[in-house]
Antibody, heavy 123, light 107 residues
């Protein structure tokens, strides 16, 4: 059974940092690209970042480029999102998401999601 | 960036009725279009990928169609559990983008 368990969310002041983790199980983590998708309170879904299966190639939405870093530790079956210079508009539930396929373009759409971790940026 | 526009924003229907949701892309996404369902307090669930392929375990009353820039999701006969918010997502180009959602509510 596929499981994705996010952690690391919380309340942080503007300009602060957080590191989110997503512990994966039930599938061959090293074979899959993995992504973070967020949802601000009462709003829609926004893709944040994707790491290729080997963790080398990464992609980011423009609004987090240079502030957030995605990484993938295949030895620990864990995905990370290092978030720096946090702003109020980063406030959201952050979901870790697994794609339905290990082959492009199926790596970019998501059939398993974690329960999400809430990040609140406020003074 | 490809902008995804969903319509209508809200669809008010009764159980048993047919629902048709639309999604338009600002430029072609070929067939690289997915649909998700999200209920309050839950993570999204993948319904359709490749514009028309149902994901594992998705009932046959859900169907997707379209290509290029115009897509639709049809629910042939609404069940009580289908009242939710639906999102389309293009995955043809980076950045990946979602539509703003269509809420299907009970009339």
């Amino acid at each position: 059974e596929v499981q994705l368990l996010e952690s690391g969310g919380g309340l942080v002041q503007p300009g602060g940092s957080l590191r989110l983790s997503c512990a994966a199980s039930g599938f061959t983590f090293s074979s899959y690209a993995m992504s973070w998708v967020r949802q601000a309170p009462g709003k829609g879904l926004e893709w944040v970042s994707t790491s290729a299966s080997d963790g080398i190639t990464t992609h980011y939405v423009d609004s987090v480029e240079g502030r957030f870093t995605i990484s993938k530790d295949n030895s620990k079956n864990t995905l990370y999102l290092q978030m720096n210079s946090l702003r109020a508009d980063d406030t959201a539930i952050y979901y870790c998401a697994k794609p339905y396929s290990s082959a492009v373009p199926g790596t970019r759409t998501f059939d398993f999601w974690g329960q999400g971790t809430m990040v609140t940026v406020s003074s | 960036e490809i902008v995804m526009t969903q319509s209508p924003a809200t669809l008010s229907l009764s159980p048993g009725e047919r629902a048709t949701l639309s999604c338009r892309a600002s430029q072609t996404v070929s067939g690289n279009l997915a649909w998700y369902q999200q209920k309050p307090g839950q993570a999204p669930r993948l319904l359709i990928y490749g514009a028309s392929t149902r994901a594992t375990g998705i009932p046959a009353r859900f169907s997707g169609s379209g290509s290029g820039t115009e897509f639709s999701l049809t629910i042939s006969s609404l069940q009580s559990e289908d009242f939710a918010v639906y999102y389309c997502q293009q995955y043809n180009n980076w950045p990946l983008t979602f539509g703003g959602g269509t809420k299907v509510e009970i009339k």
